[in-house]
């Protein structure tokens, strides 16, 4: 009986080291399959489960702001994505009182998110984004143990070494040549 006990104490203790070590390797593992058109969302522990099959949720039990670091030093050390990051526009109007912890964490992120573009758009306006990719495109939600609203991270994963400025080139070269694109 005591060792029945010893067991499930001890996996009982080692089920969250777990989880927080099995969303990495899971970021470790999709990474490379993952390509221009894809997503990267660290959300917020409210972020609903989808119905859409495109769209894989990972429950990390893990801090948000670790999840982020993780995630784009992943994203900045591969060699064929890099991130467009974008967040809600409803996040600098959220109010401390209602949302307590709201404008230390709004530090934080400028923090770690320094060195980048950041866009900010309508929640909604995400969401659909990321239902309308879904249908062609895998997404990967890793949520988060947040508990402050429209704090969700959205990474648009994007060419690493094929730049929108060369591609505007391109397709204006076409353009100029009678290129139709077909």
Not at 17 to 36: E, N, V
Not at 67 to 82: D, G, P
Not at 105 to 132: A, C, F, N, Y
Request: net charge neutral.
């Amino acid at each position: 009986m005591r060792r029945l006990i010893l067991v499930v104490a001890l996996f009982t203790l080692s089920v969250p080291i777990l989880a927080q070590t099995d969303w990495r390797a899971a970021i470790d593992q999709k990474l490379p399959l993952l390509g221009h058109r894809n997503w990267i969302v660290i959300a917020d522990s409210a972020y609903p489960q989808s119905s859409s099959p495109g769209i894989d949720v990972i429950e990390t039990n893990a801090d948000q702001l670790e999840v982020v670091q993780y995630v784009l030093a992943a994203v900045n050390k591969s060699i064929h994505v890099r991130p467009d990051v974008l967040m809600d526009a409803e996040l600098q109007y959220v109010p401390e009182s209602d949302a307590p912890g709201v404008t230390a964490w709004r530090q934080q992120i400028d923090k770690v998110l320094t060195g980048g573009p950041v866009q900010h758009e309508l929640h909604t306006s995400l969401l659909q984004q990321l239902d309308d990719a879904s249908k062609m495109y895998r997404v990967v939600v890793l949520k988060t143990r947040m508990a402050v609203p429209y704090t969700t991270v959205f990474l648009r994963l994007n060419c690493k070494y094929w730049g929108d400025d060369a591609e505007k080139r391109m397709r204006a070269k076409m353009a100029s040549s009678g290129a139709s694109g077909r």
